[in-house]
């Protein structure tokens, strides 16, 4: 049986995106150097947003794409139908690390993408991710490339 998180995750509505975008502040522009011009984005307003939060705030973040925007985003990338999600942003602040809470976040995106009838999930991780994402189910193909933010990325994709 597994034990519920230390964080719990849940849908974030759009008064939660401030905090969404703190822990993804926190990690990838502060800890990796991404710029915000490339970290922050359009496609939020279109995404499906999920926050952990523990005692002292925002802790966790991940969101998804699907549909239309998906394949505007990702079109290049393969996602050129309507059933996939696109999980990306995944981000976990280090009062958080360790504790399973990047698992929670993927685990909820896959649940929310299956009730949407969605069935597959795409994403593009970072290199040294790729083990946690194995774990969680996820098979990388092609060659690694850079996104965009000088930090090398494989695709992964699993079936929902």
């Known amino acids: 049986m597994r034990r519920a998180p230390a964080f719990p995750v849940r849908l974030a509505g759009p008064e ?63 996602v050129d139908d309507d059933s996939t999600a696109v999980l990306g942003r995944l981000a976990v602040g280090r009062a958080a690390r360790g504790s399973g809470l990047g698992a929670a ?15 597959r999930v795409y994403l593009e991780a970072q290199t040294p991710a790729l083990g946690f994402y194995e774990r969680l189910g996820y098979t990388a193909h092609g060659p690694e490339f850079d996104e965009g933010s000088g930090i090398p990325h494989r695709a992964m994709t699993k079936a929902l």
């Open 16 to 78: 939660e995106l401030a905090g969404c975008h703190a822990v993804r502040r926190e990690v990838f522009i502060a800890e990796q150097g991404v710029p915000e011009t490339e970290e922050m984005d359009a496609y939020d307003a279109d995404a499906v947003h999920f926050l952990a939060t523990g005692p002292l705030g925002p802790v966790g973040t991940v969101r998804f794409l699907y549909g239309g925007p998906a394949r505007k985003k990702y079109g290049s990338a393969g």
């Open 105 to 119: 976040l993927v685990r909820a995106v896959e649940a929310e993408a299956r009730r949407l009838g969605l069935a």
